[in-house]
C-alpha cells in the first residue's frame, strides 16, 4: 500500500485503501499497523487533524481491528 508522509511526533507515514477500506499506519519506530473496515470519513479526519498520534488514539485505535505488519 503507497502511504504518504505526515507532519507527527509518531506517525511517519499513512496510507488508506479504499476499495477494502484498510488504513495503514507506519509509526516513527518502525512498525506498521493496518486498521480494518475504516471508513473514509475516519482516514480523512486522521489527514485533517492537528495531532495525527491523539486523532488516531482517540478515534481509531480502539474502534477497529487490527494487525501489526511489521
Do not use: W
Not at 500500500?1 to 507515514?13: G, I, P, Q
Not at 480494518?36 to 475516519?42: C, I, L, N, S, Y
Amino acid at each position: 500500500m503507497e502511504r504518504v508522509s505526515v507532519v507527527s511526533t509518531n506517525v511517519r507515514s499513512v496510507g488508506y485503501d479504499k476499495s477494502s477500506s484498510i488504513l495503514e499506519i507506519e509509526f516513527k519506530s518502525g512498525s506498521i499497523y493496518q486498521y480494518f473496515a475504516v471508513p473514509e470519513k475516519e482516514y480523512q479526519g486522521l489527514m485533517n487533524a492537528v495531532s495525527k498520534g491523539r486523532y488516531l488514539n482517540q478515534n481509531i485505535k480502539d474502534s477497529y481491528r487490527y494487525i501489526q505488519v511489521n
